[in-house]
Structures are given as C-alpha cells and as structure tokens.
C-alpha cells in the first residue's frame, strides 16, 4: 500500500510539472535567398524562438517541408544542438536547398517574382527537463525574388556577353 501511494505522489508531482512546461513560441522571422550555382540555389529560413519557461530548453533536431505553389519542393532535417536560454529568444537558421530540376513546374505556372506563395511546415525536436517535446511550425507567405536571381537577368547578361563577342 505504501509502495502504491508513493507511486501516486511521484505520478501526481510529474503532472504537475508537466502542467509548467509551456511551449516556445515560434515565428518566421525572415526568407532569404543566399546563393545559386548551376544546379540549384540556397535559401536559409530564421526562426525566432521565444522561451518563455524559467528553465533553458534545447533544440535536439528537426525536419521540414517546403511547398512553392502548393507543389512540394524541398524536404529534410537536420540533427542539432540548439539552446534556447530561459526567458529569452533565439534565432534559429534553417537552412534549404532547391534543385533547378524542381523548379520546372513552378516556373510553368509563371509566378510573381515579387510574390511567390510558400508553405513552410517544421517540426522542433526540443529536450525540456521532464522530457522530449515536438513543436510544430507553420508558415504560409510569400518570397519576393531578388532581382539578381530572376530569370530575366540571366537572359539579359547573356544577351550582353553575346553582343560583345561580335
């Protein structure tokens, strides 16, 4: 009987504890595109992640989804440690890599450059002091593309460096 209420305190304590643990507060703070080469282009998504616990939580991994146009694009994860200090917020770097071959159907639809719609779904593996935790992130938006990477620019350097070999 003794062993059995024991048991029940310890059972009640952890729910209890549990019922502290609030989760992070996640946002998409910005998309950038940050580099290019001939077989894709590098994008790097940052999150803000608020703590508002009074105890630090940690970032052990994550995974995402991209869709561009409703079309799935880009998908992985990434086995990582972050803190994520007590009270406080820290920006997290996603980094996503897009293959040209990906692209075709997305340039097909001829989107705006200026407002080119995405989905960005994650998934934050964090360790917290009474255990794992999965935070899902969700973000519809759009990406303007700079005017460096539009096709258009490339079209027109060629067309220079062709006028200039004449």
Do not use: W
């Amino acid at each position: 009987m003794g062993r059995l209420i024991t048991l029940f305190i310890a059972v009640l304590l952890l729910t209890a504890c549990a019922a502290f643990v609030k989760d992070p507060q996640v946002a998409i703070k910005r998309t950038n595109i940050v580099g290019l080469d001939t077989t894709g282009f590098d994008m790097e998504c940052y999150l803000g992640v608020k703590n508002p616990n009074f105890f630090d939580i940690s970032l052990r991994g994550y995974t995402y989804d991209l869709r561009v146009m409703a079309l799935p694009l880009a998908a992985g994860g990434l086995q990582r440690t972050v803190a994520f200090p007590a009270g406080g917020e820290t920006e997290l770097r996603l980094p996503v890599r897009i293959r040209y071959n990906d692209l075709i159907e997305i340039l097909k639809r001829r989107p705006d450059p200026d407002k080119i719609p995405y989905r960005l779904e994650a998934r934050l593996h964090l360790g917290t002091p009474l255990g794992e935790m999965i935070i899902p992130v969700v973000s519809d938006s759009t990406l303007s593309l700079p005017e460096a990477y539009r096709p258009g620019t490339y079209l027109d350097r060629i067309r220079d460096l062709l006028r200039g070999l004449r």
